[in-house]
């Protein structure tokens, strides 16, 4: 049970940060608990949702939401949605683990990249 309260408490930190808690989570809870890949993306999504109530409020007591943007990612957003959940649910799940797996190395690969870009800039 701590260890879920651990993973629980770093996901909430790196979610609220708007960095996207479920890079923590989801390899948590299927490395270190075992949790199947269906089921560790769906717990995913649950608790994000009570962890982005608070952040976002937060958020909007600070004025630091632009509505129309906002307005604009969360309606294609739901398309995508709509979309990834049907492809994840149709996904074996060693495929849905390889998928991720992969989605996590681009991420972090640009992640490098954009930040030695940004160093280089700032020493100019």
Known sequence: MIGFIITGLFFGIIGGMGMGG??????????????????AQ?????VFLPMAAAALFLHFKN???????ALYLSISGLAGAW??????????????????????????????????KAARKSRK
């Open 22 to 39: 479920g890079i923590i989570l989801i390899p948590a809870l299927t490395l270190l608990f075992n949790v199947r890949q269906h089921d």
């Open 42 to 46: 769906s717990i995913n999504l649950i």
């Open 63 to 69: 004025k630091l939401v632009d509505m129309k943007k």
């Open 83 to 116: 979309l990834g959940t049907n492809l994840a649910i149709i996904l074996e799940e060693t495929v849905l683990k390889k998928a991720f797996g992969i989605f996590l190395i681009v991420l972090a690969v640009f992640r490098f990249f954009t930040a030695v």
